[in-house]
């Protein structure tokens, strides 16, 4: 169980355009999705932590404008990449915090990933 | 500030035990991760210590020491699949995950 689909799993894009990266909880409820990038031979960045019905809170340095995040239903969290560049190619990778019945945090499970290249 | 240490890179051979470190501070403190990652694919749950002491889960085993700030991932009998890197991730007190920047673990015959 809980497990998180990530579509699509890879994109080319040409330089200006927009692209968007859906992830959807498959059979539970992501109150809280969070989206990370990482670049060759590095760890996790976190981008943004977004709570279902509200706004994203981005991290220091990630611009909002340009990384859009939407999470309008316990089920659907998208990313989109607005007027691309090169330097925004990675692998978008997005994440929700799965908790047990109890009420406590079991774990995080994570979406396949997204290899964004930007040309 | 927050960080997390562990070595950038290790080698083993197959059939062997590597036992990889991982060392935390974090302003506050509930639980440390362990994951896997294949290249180009997203991480996969390993393991997730809250108390002190060791969880044994098959062929992988996780410690946790809270007063030295000390994790390892042991991982025994390595088959050549386990070559990845493996990423170790602390929760602080406002339930960010603090990550490390991981090691990748090559398997030789």
């Known amino acids: 169980g809980a497990v998180v689909s990530q579509h699509p799993s890879w994109v080319i894009c040409k330089s200006g355009t927009s692209v968007k990266i859906e992830c959807r909880s498959l059979?539970?409820?992501?109150?809280?999705m969070f989206w990370y990038r990482q670049f060759p031979k590095q760890s996790l960045m976190l981008m943004a932590t977004?709570?279902?019905?509200?706004?994203?809170?981005?991290e220091q340095g990630v611009e909002k404008d340009k990384f859009l995040i939407n999470h309008a239903s316990l089920t659907l969290s998208t990313l989109t990449v607005t007027s691309a560049h090169p330097e925004d190619s990675s692998f978008y990778i997005c994440?929700?915090?799965?908790?047990?019945?109890?009420?406590?945090?079991?774990?995080?499970?994570f979406g396949s990933g997204t290899r964004l290249t930007v040309v | 500030g927050q960080n997390i240490d562990q070595p950038t890179e290790m080698t083993a051979t197959e059939g062997a035990i590597v036992q990889i470190n991982c060392t935390y501070q974090?302003?506050?403190?509930?639980?440390l991760f362990w994951y896997q990652q294949h290249a180009g694919e997203a991480p996969t749950f390993l393991s997730y210590?809250?108390l002190d002491g060791l969880e044994e889960k098959g062929r992988f085993s996780s410690f946790l020491s809270r007063s030295k700030g000390y994790s390892y991932l042991l991982l025994k009998e390595l088959q050549m699949k386990d070559s990845a890197s493996y990423l170790c991730?602390?929760?602080?007190?406002?339930?960010?995950?603090?990550w490390g920047a991981g090691t990748k673990l090559i398997i030789k015959p």
């Open positions: 994440s929700a915090s799965v908790m047990e019945d109890q009420g406590g945090l079991y774990g995080y499970t």
């Open positions: 059979d539970f409820q992501a109150t809280t």
């Open positions: 977004s709570n279902e019905g509200s706004k994203a809170t981005y």
């Open positions: 974090t302003s506050g403190f509930n639980g």
């Open positions: 210590n809250v």
């Open positions: 991730a602390a929760l602080n007190s406002n339930y960010q995950l603090i």
